[in-house]
């Protein structure tokens, strides 16, 4: 079972920036996905971004040109530069890891951005 543990939240003016962190306790042979997810109150779990095996990123829509998503295989981690921080990006992001159709999730850290 894949362990994932999440830093780098906290609070943000709008048009700040937070970077998160995220470790994995590996990255097995034959994982499909690592990145992140979010979850705001009231709403459902949306992916925010993500890189494939081969270190494809996939963005959502909102998030494009605003984020950046990178990954660290060496430090079995992924990261996730957040810039142009806006009120609805405020959420739980979590850590996500796909291997072989299992998803394995992180605690979650919370980003708040507001005024």
């Known amino acids: 079972q894949v362990q994932l543990v999440e830093s780098g939240g906290g609070w943000v003016q709008p048009g700040g920036s937070l970077k998160l962190s995220c470790e994995a306790s590996?990255?097995?042979?034959?994982?499909?996905?690592l990145g992140w997810y979010r979850q705001a109150p009231g709403s459902q779990r949306e992916l925010v971004a993500t890189t494939t095996s081969r270190g494809t990123p996939i963005y959502a829509n909102s998030v494009k040109g605003r984020f950046t998503i990178s990954r660290d295989n060496a430090k079995n981690a992924v990261y996730l530069q957040m810039n142009s921080l806006k009120p609805e990006d405020t959420a739980v992001y979590y850590c996500n890891i796909l291997v072989s159709g299992i998803n394995y999730w992180g605690q979650g850290t919370q980003v708040t951005v507001s005024s």
């Open positions: 590996e990255l097995p042979f034959d994982f499909n996905a």
